[in-house]
């Protein structure tokens, strides 16, 4: 594919103090075998404190690709894809990309052919989650999650696709141009489970979401306990998407919670000596399904870890269902889609003052632009460093 006629792709990164692994992160986008004058990278730093934003200015500044550098307050990832989207080139494919995760060489080529040759009904597409080999213990623990069908039954499982097919939601994602504001944008209500969200209203006006073949690879960060509060957030939002979604209720996010009511009623009878040889069973499938090359002391300590997951999450789930309601998606709110957003970025932008210091690395050779928010939903005002490198 030449230049000339390659489509144009905005990658959409958010990141927050991503330091350790930004530079591999941008060296596996500079190694994309797609047109790199087709290519525009939207960086949204959550004010990062550790340098990430000084790393990724002086990256686009040196113009292997082109792109800017937006700065987002309040930190919420699904306020930092949106504030992406506001800055991606109209017409644009959209690529959301994780700025701990590497990709391979044909990522987004991979992804452009997929949209070329998919119906116009398959609004995004994705491949899995794939933990990248982590040297620690506790990583190694927490990315078995993803190797061993035992751990997320199979939801969150990493597998090699030979062929595209449609799935409920994708690691990551991409999305025809247009497409996530024509049907409202991320939730930035939702703290997590925002691609879930948005899938499901996809769905709801009619689109799919497909699974291609392609590969990357995400370092994981958390231990097990950070990772276990992460899933218990992960159940709670889970449950906000599927009280405003009801027809997205599947029998994997039910069995859970039956289960863990199953095993407390059974401890609660005679027959309790059962909840022993079941677990004894689970044990045995952790093991026979392990990853080739894990080490024993992970696969043993998985026994308890991934059942801990499961409860977290369920503990979560089960908060979410008796929380208050969150009200309509955006798309059902009253006014156009996205709406909010592109009056943010058209009307109400003015000067402010900005304290540099406040902004790593006092990034040089960058316009600094004040955005207020103002009756829109934003408690916050987006910080958007928005003049092109190049």
């Not at 409920?168 to 969200?197: I, Q, T």
């Not at 960058?366 to 916050?380: E, S």
Request: charged share 20%.
């Amino acid at each position: 594919m030449t230049s000339e006629h390659a489509a144009g792709v905005t990658l959409v990164m958010p990141m927050y103090n991503e330091a350790a692994d930004i530079a591999t992160v941008l060296a596996s986008i500079a190694a994309q075998s797609y047109p790199h004058d087709a290519l525009y990278l939207v960086a949204v730093d959550g004010c990062s404190s550790d340098g990430c934003a000084q790393i990724v200015a002086e990256w686009l500044a040196a113009g292997a690709i082109g792109g800017k550098l937006l700065v987002n307050p309040r930190r919420r990832i699904p306020t930092s894809l949106n504030l992406g989207l506001a800055h991606a080139r109209p017409g644009d494919y959209v690529v959301r990309l994780d700025a701990h995760t590497t990709y391979d060489p044909d990522y987004v080529a991979a992804i452009v052919r997929a949209f070329g040759s998919l119906p116009e009904c398959v609004a995004c597409v994705g491949g899995a989650v794939r933990p990248a080999p982590a040297g620690r213990f506790g990583q190694a623990l927490v990315g078995a999650l993803h190797t061993n069908p035992m751990g997320l039954g199979g939801a969150g499982l990493a597998r090699d696709r030979e062929t595209a097919g449609p799935v409920r939601s994708v690691y990551l994602g991409a999305w025809r141009p247009g497409m996530v504001a024509a049907v409202g944008g991320f939730e930035e209500r939702w703290e997590a489970n925002e691609d879930s969200e948005l899938a499901a209203r996809l769905r709801r006006h009619g689109y799919e979401t497909w699974a291609i073949p392609v590969r990357c690879a995400y370092r994981v960060k958390d231990g097990p306990l950070a990772a276990l509060r992460k899933w218990a957030r992960y159940g709670y939002w889970r449950a906000q998407t599927l009280r405003r979604h009801p027809s997205e209720v599947r029998l994997r996010h039910l069995a859970p919670p039956c289960a863990l009511v199953l095993a407390a009623l059974l401890l609660a009878t005679p027959l309790r000596m059962l909840v022993g040889a079941l677990y004894a069973l689970y044990v045995a499938g952790v093991f026979a399904r392990r990853a080739a090359g894990e080490q024993f002391a992970v696969t043993l300590a998985s026994c308890i870890f991934f059942p801990a997951t499961q409860i977290a999450w369920t503990f979560g789930l089960v908060r979410g269902v008796l929380a208050p309601a969150l009200g309509a998606p955006p798309s059902e709110a009253p006014r156009a889609p996205c709406e909010g957003t592109r009056r943010l970025l058209r009307d109400e932008v003015q000067p402010i003052a900005v304290d540099r210091d406040r902004v790593p690395g006092s990034i040089r050779g960058v316009q600094t632009v004040g955005i207020r928010a103002g009756g829109i939903g934003f408690d916050d005002a987006h910080r958007a460093l928005a003049e092109p490198f190049r």
